[in-house]
């Protein structure tokens, strides 16, 4: 069956390291996007994907880094620098970029199951 | 500030009472989104509203967008333990160059 993965479920880190958390799909998406939930404030967009070796900044990128070396997968490190890490991280992914204002079936998110990291 | 707004942020009602979820903004919502989440996983697509006026259901649950295009509502009929969660909407908002989510709704359904 279609969809996300992403891993691992739930990941505990020190102060200073950093981590990465993966995210791999099977839908032949070509848009993916992090977003990072904190209690009462909803979805922020940490970094999103268009195409292969091309990505951009969401709201709160300060602290993250990604990649998109194949089509299939986006991991996010969470680097040192980020001032407060400890969240639940969601990976999606869309057939096509959302917001440009071309609203059909293609612009419907699939989430994978969420990270949840915590910093020690 | 916040793109859409979300009420209420918390819901409890008894097994069997409908209830109402609002989604607003200030802009005009070109697509709008609703998604469910069962607590600490990912987010599970319910349904998209375009038009102004559209209505859509699915078993239990309709969502309305607003003739203004500015207001969405979820309505759950007779709830059940199933559906609680946490429902968020996403929408285009405008120029549509951008996407955003609702703070969300939490719903305990209490048997």
């Known amino acids: 069956d279609g969809g996300i993965t992403q891993s691992p479920k739930y990941l505990f880190r020190k102060e200073g390291q950093n981590v990465t958390l993966s995210c791999e799909q099977n839908l032949n998406h070509d848009a993916m996007y992090w977003y990072r939930q904190d209690p009462g404030q909803g979805l922020r967009l940490i970094y999103y994907s268009q195409i292969v070796n091309d990505f951009q900044k969401g709201d709160i990128a300060e602290g993250y880094s990604v990649s998109r070396e194949k089509k299939e997968s986006f991991p996010l490190t969470v680097t040192s620098a980020q001032k407060n890490p400890t969240a639940f991280y969601l990976c999606?992914?869309?057939?096509?970029?959302?917001?440009?204002?071309?609203?059909?079936?293609?612009?419907?998110?699939?989430f994978g199951a969420g990270s949840r990291l915590t910093v020690l | 500030s916040q793109e859409l707004e979300q009420s209420p942020q918390s819901l409890i009602v008894q097994e069997g009472k409908n209830l109402t979820i609002n989604c607003t903004s200030s802009?005009?919502?070109?697509?709008l989104y609703w998604y469910k989440q069962k607590y600490g996983e990912g987010l599970i697509f319910l349904m998209m509203l375009q038009k102004g006026g559209e209505e859509k259901s699915h078993e239990k649950i309709t969502a309305k967008l607003d003739e203004k295009k500015q207001q969405s509502s979820l309505h759950i009929t007779a709830s059940q333990p199933s559906h609680a969660g946490i429902y968020l909407c996403g929408a285009d908002i405008e120029s549509g160059n951008q996407f955003y989510f609702g703070t969300g709704t939490s719903l305990t359904v209490i048997p």
């Open positions: 802009k005009t919502l070109y697509g």
């Open positions: 999606a992914s869309s057939m096509h970029i959302l917001g440009l204002g071309g609203v059909s079936g293609a612009n419907v998110l699939t």
